[in-house]
């Protein structure tokens, strides 16, 4: 038996914990105690690297979205109110601290700006950007160790994509920032904290109260309301986690009862519990490097490889035109016209101008400025096709196929079955390391990127690691 199995022996929950409540309450009660017993002893070695991997590459995405103009100046307007004060430190340059409660939504609005941060495909959705930012704020402000930390992190993630495989799909419309991902930051607090199972419980289900009804045409229209969904969900789970410690009682069957709206065939409660201890979530994430919707990946892959069958490199201009072949929930991104930066990235059109443009699909290739006329002209040469074969495969796979024609009758196909970044195609450490240190780097400089890079794939206790953002402070100060 290797080290990871012997591990996955000791994370049963445990029925003692299991005593009252419905029938259809019994998963959310196995849930609670898992999470309430959780330690770092039934943590497997493979899921602890890979949670300094994933909180390494959230930091990144969370400084570097921190020079959004639109959360700067929110910031400043916090800042500015006398009574705004508090130990939690706000991820941006020179931005000091804040309450635990600000310092969560700033953290978290700022990771989602850039479209680039983790995301699980089973869950639809971007578990640790949800559960990250609150339990920083939290440990930070606790002093918390590293074990603590990691732990809860665990907790948070499994629970979040548990939360969201019982409510899938979505009802139509929904967007899943914002839904199912405050159960897993109230689930890693609470872990924190160290509720035992009964308060976790409760905490779980008032978090699941305050799901929000986050609407998917906000990403599509450009609405960059559509960017604090995860900083409305991480303050929520700090709130529902004090609430359950204050002694503020939840609703039965809670989870179920408050997410039921927003799942389109009911809630599967099974899959909350499901295989706790056995299956760790965590290890079946990706990463991103395309700073877009995960829906366009493919197709950019895909697109790479297929330039990659043609002599030279073709100017942009030389392209006649595109078609991208794929699933049916990434073709539904087939607006050539995308308004702002936000619209950009969920537009399988501009997505593939973009790349053909700018040679990147990185940050600087989904900008206000890189929604020019020229790319937006080239955008509307690229059609977007559900392919039958491709789409049967989702969610298990998620492919794309692009042909590219030039005006010179040249043409070149290329197809991909699963995006990289995932565990089919998974991307080196050095080239995480690289996505952070571009984003990193402009904000905090080279020496302290190199240093906090280091730390948090460890990763080192909160305090720490928020130090070295500030910089030229000593952690315990």
């Not at 079955?417 to 050095?430: K, N, T």
Request: aromatic fraction near 6%; glycine fraction near 8%; hydrophobic fraction near 45%.
């Amino acid at each position: 038996m290797n080290d990871d199995a012997r591990h996955a022996e000791r994370t049963r929950p445990n029925d003692r914990e299991m005593d009252h409540g419905t029938a259809d309450e019994e998963h959310t009660h196995r849930l609670a105690a898992w999470v309430a017993e959780l330690d770092s002893e039934t943590v497997p070695p493979s899921v602890e690297d890979r949670v300094g991997l994933v909180v390494a590459d959230t930091l990144g995405v969370v400084i570097g979205g921190a020079s959004d103009d639109a959360v700067a100046r929110l910031r400043e307007a916090w800042r500015e109110r006398a009574d705004d004060t508090g130990d939690a430190t706000i991820l941006a340059a020179d931005a000091g601290r804040a309450s635990r409660h600000h310092a969560a939504f700033l953290n978290a609005t700022s990771g989602t700006v850039l479209e680039l941060d983790e995301g699980h495909r089973f869950a639809a959705g971007h578990p640790a950007i949800h559960v990250l930012p609150a339990l920083l704020a939290e440990a930070e402000t606790r002093y918390a160790d590293r074990e603590a930390f990691l732990v809860a992190f665990v907790a948070g993630y499994e629970t979040a994509v548990r939360v969201a495989e019982a409510v899938q799909p979505l009802a139509e419309g929904y967007h899943p920032h914002g839904v199912w991902g405050v159960v897993g930051g109230a689930a890693a607090v609470s872990r924190l904290r160290g509720y035992d199972a009964t308060t976790t419980r409760t905490a779980l289900s008032i978090a699941a109260n305050y799901a929000q009804h986050t609407r998917f045409a906000a990403a599509t229209a450009g609405a960059t309301v559509r960017n604090s969904y995860a900083g409305m969900s991480n303050l929520a789970s700090l709130i529902a986690a004090d609430q359950a410690r204050a002694g503020f009682t939840e609703l039965d069957d809670g989870i179920a009862a408050h997410l039921a709206s927003a799942s389109a065939a009911g809630v599967v409660r099974e899959r909350l519990a499901a295989d706790l201890g056995d299956r760790w979530t965590l290890s079946e994430g990706y990463f991103k490097t395309h700073a877009a919707c995960r829906y366009t990946h493919a197709t950019l892959d895909a697109l790479a490889a297929a330039l990659d069958g043609i002599d030279g490199e073709p100017a942009a201009e030389e392209v006649e035109e595109v078609i991208v072949e794929t699933y049916a929930a990434a073709a539904k991104l087939d607006d050539p016209h995308p308004r702002n930066a936000l619209a950009a990235k969920f537009s399988v059109p501009f997505a593939v101008a973009t790349a053909l443009r700018t040679g990147s699909t990185g940050a600087e290739a989904f900008t206000n400025d890189a929604v020019a006329p020229e790319t937006l002209a080239l955008a509307e040469r690229v059609a977007v096709r559900v392919e039958d074969e491709i789409d049967a495969r989702a969610p298990d796979e998620r492919g794309a196929r692009v042909t590219v024609t030039l005006a010179n009758g040249t043409e070149a196909s290329a197809a991909v079955r699963h995006a990289r970044g995932g565990e089919a195609d998974p991307f080196e450490p050095s080239e995480l390391r690289a996505k952070f240190e571009s984003l990193v780097g402009p904000a905090i400089g080279s020496e302290r990127t190199d240093r906090l890079w280091t730390a948090a794939r460890d990763p080192a206790p909160p305090r720490v690691l928020c130090a070295m953002v500030r910089g030229g402070e000593h952690p315990d100060r």
